[in-house]
């Protein structure tokens, strides 16, 4: 059974740094991408970061680019979000979820529970 | 970066009543399409990929069709454990997601 377990959030002031993990378990975790997904409290979802399968190759959208950072510990089958430069508009409840290979088609297959982060002073 | 407009934002409907809902793309973006849905307090589940594909353990109520850059996902007849949010998100390039329909029992 495919599991995705989020760590690492809470209460952070704005401008500060928080890290990530989700520990991956119950499929070949360096066989596939990774991703991380937000969700604003009552609002839809936004895509965060997608990193390749050995770690060389990392995507993000303008609104996180130079201030969040993913990896992954493919030996640890992990994947982590170093979030630096914190602001209030980054609060969400932060899924990592994995990309999934449809012939082609790359959806978001598995989801994590998800981790809160809230950024207020 | 492509926009996918998706409607309604919310639908209330009866139980055994066809759902359907939509999403526009602002480019071409093929069957480069997922739906989701998101139960009330829980994460997002894979419900369709590659526009019309149902992904595994998915009820055959559920399906998805495309004319163009318009998407569709239609629920032939609801059930209460349908009721919840649904998102589109387009994979032709960097992902981006519909603004989500809530569903809710009328």
């Known amino acids: 059974e495919v599991q995705l377990v989020e760590s690492g959030g809470g209460l952070v002031q704005p401008g500060r740094s928080l890290k990530l993990s989700c520990a991956a378990s119950?499929?070949?975790?360096?066989?596939?991408?990774m991703a991380w997904v937000r969700q604003a409290p009552k609002k839809g979802l936004e895509w965060v970061a997608t990193?390749?399968?050995?770690?060389?190759?990392?995507y993000y959208p303008d609104s996180v680019k130079g201030r969040f950072t993913i990896s992954r510990d493919n030996a640890k089958s992990s994947l982590y979000l170093q979030m630096n430069s914190l602001k209030s508009e980054d609060t969400a409840t932060y899924y990592c979820?994995?990309?999934?290979?449809?012939?082609?088609?790359?959806?978001?297959?598995?989801w994590g529970q998800g981790v809160m982060v809230t950024v207020s002073s | 970066d492509i926009q996918m407009t998706q409607s309604p934002a919310s639908l209330s409907a009866s139980l055994e009543e066809i759902v359907t809902i939509t999403c526009q793309a602002s480019?071409?973006?093929?069957?480069?399409l997922a739906w989701y849905q998101q139960k009330p307090g829980k994460s997002p589940q894979l419900l369709i990929y590659?526009?019309?594909s149902l992904a595994d353990g998915v009820p055959s109520r559920f399906s998805g069709s495309r004319s163009g850059t318009q998407y569709s996902l239609k629920i032939s007849r609801l059930q209460v454990e349908d009721i919840g949010s649904y998102y589109c998100?387009?994979?032709?390039?960097?992902?981006?997601f519909g603004g989500g329909t809530k569903l809710e029992l009328k």
């Open positions: 979820a994995r990309l999934g290979n449809y012939g082609g088609m790359v959806p978001f297959d598995y």
């Open positions: 119950g499929f070949t975790f360096s066989n596939y991408y």
């Open positions: 990193i390749s399968t050995s770690g060389s190759r990392t």
């Open positions: 480019q071409d973006i093929g069957n480069w």
């Open positions: 590659d526009a019309t």
């Open positions: 998100q387009q994979a032709h390039s960097n992902p981006t």
